[in-house]
């Protein structure tokens, strides 16, 4: 992973300081690419430790076309909670009264997780993300993206449409409303000497936070469909847009730098014949040694 290192390297160096949507501010730089072999290894970041089962959850998530967390917080995955929960806040006229992050901030989210968790009337008003990457995967207007992709892969490999795109114009007004906008735009595979590889466009890139999950998240999926279309797995490309690194996260970028990578760790999966048949026990992740967790706020 000394790629990914390379990048928040750059980033320090070479980035300029833009304002940003959240009004925290970044770091940034356009236009990045980085490919990871995935015969050599799961790409998971061993400088600080990184959630595997959260990334698991969260992918199974998306292909069963969910976009309501409660099926996440029951999980115990936390990573999408911020956007409904300041959703919930706007609707109940609490936002003005709550600093962000602050104490009473932390509380409210806590006990906003606790009802979706526990109550799922609440869950079915507050917790929909709206027509997030699930939705789009399984139901771009009307069509079933991933779906379509296995039957093409298996059945005209040679195709250079093997897409899936998160990127609905349709439908960005109403995800704006109840979260944010696809990050993960689009991905193409494609096939060669009996490999699969993927390539992601992401057009906004958190890359402290959010980037050892995409790299993970978009190695693990193609992991699954080789598998369940005869394939090995070949390359997970991640070209990038604006990638950025929060101001707030400067000093959490200086420990892991600080920080020696340990051998990559590696994925067994059970065999299955339909994507859509993954369930959580399917997957174990072998010899992960990683550096401790390191803590940073989300920009929301």
């Known amino acids: 992973m000394e790629q990914y290192l390379d990048l928040l390297k750059e980033i320090k160096s070479k980035g300029i300081k833009k304002e940003d949507r959240t009004g925290t501010g970044t770091l940034s730089i356009f236009g990045h690419q980085m490919r990871f072999d995935l015969q050599k290894g799961f790409p998971l970041v061993t400088t600080k430790k990184v959630n595997f089962n959260a990334i698991l959850h969260e992918l199974l998530w998306f292909i069963q076309g969910d976009t309501n967390i409660e099926y996440l917080v029951k999980n115990n995955v936390n990573i999408w909670?911020?956007?409904?929960?300041?959703?919930?806040?706007?609707?109940?006229?609490?936002?003005?009264?709550?600093?962000?992050?602050?104490?009473?901030?932390?509380?409210?989210l806590e006990e906003f997780v606790e009802l979706v968790k526990t109550d799922s009337s609440f869950a079915k008003k507050y917790g929909d993300l709206g027509p997030v990457?699930?939705?789009?995967?399984?139901?771009?207007?009307?069509?079933?993206?991933?779906?379509?992709?296995?039957?093409?892969?298996?059945?005209?490999?040679?195709?250079?449409?093997?897409?899936?795109?998160?990127?609905?114009p349709k439908e960005i007004p109403t995800m704006i409303k109840s979260g944010l906008p696809p990050c993960h735009t689009l991905?193409?595979?494609?096939?060669?000497?009996?490999?699969?590889?993927?390539?992601?466009?992401?057009?906004?890139?958190?890359?402290?936070?959010?980037?050892?999950?995409?790299?993970?998240?978009?190695?693990?999926?193609?992991?699954?469909?080789?598998?369940?279309?005869?394939?090995?797995?070949?390359?997970?490309?991640?070209?990038?847009?604006?990638?950025?690194?929060?101001l707030n996260h400067i000093d959490q970028v200086e420990e892991q730098l600080s920080r020696k990578p340990h051998e990559l760790p590696n994925l067994k999966i059970n065999e299955k014949e339909n994507l859509f048949d993954f369930n959580f026990n399917d997957f174990e992740l072998l010899n992960y040694q990683s550096h401790p967790f390191i803590s940073a706020p989300i920009a929301v």
């Open 187 to 246: 991905f193409q595979f494609y096939i060669s000497n009996g490999k699969l590889s993927c390539q992601l466009y992401q057009r906004s890139a958190d890359v402290f936070l959010g980037v050892p999950y995409n790299i993970a998240s978009y190695a693990l999926l193609t992991y699954m469909i080789a598998s369940v279309t005869d394939l090995e797995a070949g390359e997970f490309i991640h070209t990038l847009g604006d990638t950025h690194i929060y």
């Open 81 to 108: 909670n911020e956007w409904p929960f300041q959703s919930w806040l706007e609707k109940t006229n609490q936002k003005e009264n709550i600093v962000m992050h602050s104490d009473d901030w932390k509380s409210k």
């Open 133 to 168: 990457y699930g939705k789009q995967w399984r139901d771009f207007e009307g069509v079933d993206q991933l779906k379509l992709v296995i039957e093409d892969i298996k059945n005209n490999p040679n195709s250079r449409r093997h897409i899936v795109s998160a990127w609905n």
